[in-house]
């Protein structure tokens, strides 16, 4: 296959714009086209929420970020819940 980009590369294509965006855009649609199969495979297999968890935890708090309120609602209200392994403690509050 073709190698990974990596982010000299990136600089080095930045000079010529057409070219950074064509790749951005290959990328990007790889990265859809990747996480669409992963999703349809952890449907058919039963473990879709647990497939969302564990995306969550690795788009957000692998990177030091919590997950956005409006992200943990918007998956309650379609029935998948984002249990505490996800979300990071809460501050204990000072009595």
């Excluded at 990596?6 to 930045?14: D, E, I, N, T, V």
């Excluded at 969302?52 to 997950?67: A, K």
Aim: some cysteine; charged content about 15%.
């Amino acid at each position: 296959g073709r190698p990974a980009m990596c982010r000299a590369s990136l600089h080095l294509q930045f000079k010529d714009g057409d070219s950074v965006a064509s790749t951005v855009t290959h990328h990007n649609v790889a990265y859809m086209l990747l996480l669409v199969r992963q999703m349809r495979a952890a449907i058919i297999e039963g473990r879709y929420p647990a497939f969302v968890q564990d995306f969550m935890r690795r788009q957000f708090l692998n990177h030091g970020n919590p997950v956005p309120d409006w992200v943990v609602d918007a998956l309650a209200a379609a029935g998948i819940a984002i249990d505490s392994a996800v979300l990071p403690a809460a501050d204990p509050v000072a009595v």
